[in-house]
């Protein structure tokens, strides 16, 4: 059965599609069958993935208005143990079209039923704002990972997030729960970074990952080169970074199966 994590902030800029491009490819590295939906219509995961967004005829747009299955839309070992279901700006019609659709909350959630057995992950990439799709995408969700930036305004719209998550809980999805927080964008050499840790532990009653992701220029380039940070340079530290994540991950799924 695989576990389901959307990956979400509303904030944009804060490592949200790089966490969700370079966890999943770790997880993979790491022998877990992983799929892979970007949910955001600026299909920058589905790029980061070396896919040309704009040449799909079969995304996650058409699955939600039912024109294809979702084993129609899925593109298979993207990378080994990696499949995508990939989106482009398309997507952001969705919302408009699926107005007064019945059920539409839980169109994402009916397609990935039928093939969460095959995986032992999904990963879902979110897009920066709190409407329908993320909602859809919470939906699906067990769990939800939030990055935030190791930055002054860090916790600003966190409890926005926080209050979305059990929105959907109360009325959508019961078993919703919160993966936890994850810090990017770290700066060893800035107090600021370390504040905003400190600040982010004392105030919030939700897990924080051990894992901090460091401001890395390799992690920057290897989206432009449609490749995650353990192909592009596997040596780097933003690579080194998601790999212990990703071990993290696994491991605090075994612990909540224990």
Do not use: W
């Not at 955001?40 to 005829?57: A, R």
């Not at 600040?199 to 460091?214: A, G």
Request: charged share 20%.
């Amino acid at each position: 059965m695989g576990r389901i994590i959307a990956v979400a902030n509303q904030k944009g800029g804060v490592g949200k599609t790089t966490t969700a491009i370079n966890l999943s490819a770790a997880l993979a590295e790491l022998g877990q069958k992983v799929l892979v939906m970007d949910v955001d219509p600026q299909g920058n995961t589905t790029s980061g993935f070396g896919l040309d967004k704009n040449e799909l005829e079969k995304t996650i747009y058409e699955l939600m208005l039912g024109e294809y299955n979702i084993e129609e839309c899925i593109v298979k070992d993207v990378l080994d143990n990696l499949s995508i279901l990939p989106s482009n700006v398309e997507l952001a019609a969705a919302e408009i079209e699926l107005i007064g659709v019945d059920e539409k909350e839980y169109i994402l959630k009916n397609a990935v039923a039928k093939i969460r057995e095959e995986y032992d992950f999904v990963i879902i990439d979110c897009p920066p704002s709190l409407n329908m799709l993320t909602v859809n995408a919470m939906t699906t969700a067990d769990t939800v990972l939030v990055p935030i930036q190791c930055e002054y305004y860090a916790l600003e719209g966190l409890s926005q997030l926080l209050h979305t998550v059990n929105l959907v809980k109360e009325r959508l999805n019961p078993t919703l729960e919160m993966e936890g927080v994850v810090f990017t964008m770290y700066d060893a050499r800035t107090n600021l970074s370390l504040q905003v840790v400190e600040n982010v532990k004392n105030n919030l009653n939700q897990t924080i990952y051990k894992t901090i992701i460091p401001r890395n220029v390799r992690l920057a380039e290897a989206p432009s080169h449609g490749l995650p940070i353990n192909i592009y340079d596997p040596k780097s530290a933003g690579a080194e970074s998601y790999q212990l994540l990703a071990e993290e991950v696994i491991h605090r799924g075994e612990e909540i199966e224990n």
